[in-house]
């Protein structure tokens, strides 16, 4: 059974559904893939870092030599992909580039003393060295020489041979591959010129081919193309064939080699330990996720900040009514004691309109119950700063004059009540005395931070 198709491409203009597709830049992993193509494009104009975005850039021999900051920005970016393709090929894969008209750029290379012909003066010049940004980013050594023609020659046997044979007429080169460490497949006619190589670069495999221009149908050019998904498969049999990784047919299995059953054995023991992990880690996954999830009482506002207070207060040992309909606010009951919670999260400090929602809806309780309610003001403030730059008070003086002195309020942040809940979690006895300790209160809850109760 062949295996599926894993391919992606990193900016080749291939019309092929079955690719996945990203930039050289991007954060779009290339690991997990058996095949990867890529064509560099030009990125010295997304880095200006330094300089002036609308000037002209300083040049060297007509190369641009961009500003230290921005030639850093750039390399960092190009050097964490070579990382990565790095990575690919010590997992046996296939990268195969198709090498356009190079893009350089010039950095400061050696001083050396010019002695001036008219005057004798002698001055210290600062060299500088063109350097390309596709030898940047392959995780092969090699450099570059832009020359473009259609003039090729086929310098290999073998399955490359055999590919080129069918595909030589889309091909036309843009550069000169200088001093690469594998096999010089395609030269320019009547010369010793580079333009195609095989790099085994063990256990992966580099393949540098000339630019292509597939022909194009305009009526597909919105979908899949044959041409591009007949050059995708070429190339995929290709890797695979130099990689010494031809698909065998079911009857080979009749021959064994040499270690090959305790390999097997050994297969299938992983695959069971893997399947046995996965599971393992899927409810590992799910056991955090319900821990995590009460970070939400100090970042979340709105539906998600109320359930999750409605399940703090449960686990103190509350009772939630259901609201009537048209109301929004939260009736808790703890023995024959009520209380009416207004529960809000607040981008800055807690308002006095909160408070004076909150006096509604203790009203409107006496009003259908004709007993009183605890007002319980819970705000979760500054949910969008983090919990260690929340400087200032939640709950401001102007409110306090109002909300405490006159109805009585117990004001308690997000913050607080994860540290009474997970108290009440970590010392179960303590649970009723926690919950009385919101009713007894007056004013601002002074029951400490999240701090206190973490280990």
Known sequence: MAKALSVISLEVPLNDERLDWGEVLSDQTVLGYDLVLMQMGQVLSAFRQGESAFAEREQVAG????????????????????????????????????VRTPEQYAVPGRKEDKTDETTGEQTTVHMHEPRSTLEQVLPIDTSFESVRGHALRLVTTGPFAKFWTEWQSIFHHEAEIIGHPGTTAVQIADTQKA?????????????????????????????????????VNALSSLAIQLRGEEELPDWAREIELPGERKARVRLSDSEGKVEHWKAERTSRTEVLRVIERRKGLVTASGAALEALAHEAFAALGFTLETPQEGRADSVLRLGDCAAVVEIKGQKGSAKEQDAAQLYKWVAAYYADHG?????????????????????????PNQMLKFAVDQQQFCLLTGEQLLALWLKADAEPKTRKALAQSLLDCTGVFDGGGLTAHLS
């Open 63 to 98: 190369i641009i030599r961009p500003a230290p900051q921005a030639r850093a920005a750039m390399e960092r970016a190009l050097h964490k992909r070579r990382r990565e393709l790095d990575e690919l090929l010590k997992q046996g894969k296939t990268l195969v580039v198709f």
């Open 195 to 231: 333009v195609a190589a095989l790099v085994h670069k063990s256990p992966g495999l580099v393949l540098l081919l000339p630019a292509f221009d597939v022909v194009r149908d305009s009526a597909l050019d919105d979908g899949p193309n044959p041409s591009h998904e007949e050059l």
């Open 371 to 395: 007993e009183p309610a605890k007002g319980l003001l819970l705000v979760n403030a500054f949910h969008q700063t983090p919990l260690s730059k929340r400087k200032r008070a939640a709950f």
